[in-house]
């Protein structure tokens, strides 16, 4: 099975208080890891200073139509693909989907809006680091507990 890889940063549009916010968050990826594993996908989500960026990886077609309803979604705009490629294989095997703690390192790396950027492989560059930064980070003490190992093991079966 070829494993594709999607990256891509938008601007949420969620309101409320930080607590608020956080909660919305959360009940994105917990949604999230219910249909990513039950299509077969895996990633991460990272929310920081008002900015998504999401890495998704797995089958082309199940890739293509999450990626179509998370741009559709009203909570956010301004979705900004980085890259959908073939990748070597899963980076966040097991995860369905988890939140990674904000970093600002990896608001950083891209430029809110920067939309033709994708074509270049000085993008290509910064999507692979900002993926290791995100997978990096689950590893190491930045991970919430107990907001995101549910569905280890359930998702990449076969990957
Ligand atoms: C930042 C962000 C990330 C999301 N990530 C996923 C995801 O990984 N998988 C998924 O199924 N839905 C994800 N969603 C939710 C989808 O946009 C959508 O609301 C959900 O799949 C339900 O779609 P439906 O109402 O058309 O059934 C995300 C939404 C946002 C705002």
Known sequence: MTIYRILYQSESLLTGTEREVRGRVDAIVAAAQRSNTASGLTGALLFTDGLFIQALEGE??????????????????RVVLHEFSEAPGRVFDG?????VA???????LFSPGDATAHRTSRNHALASAAVTLMRGM???PAVRPGADRGVRGGAAGGA
């Open 60 to 77: 082309a077609q199940a890739l293509e139509t999450t990626f179509e309803r998370i741009c559709r979604d009203l909570r956010h705009r």
């Open 95 to 99: 995860w369905g989907m988890t939140a």
């Open 102 to 108: 904000g970093d600002p390192r990896a608001a950083t």
């Open 138 to 140: 689950l590893d190491g």
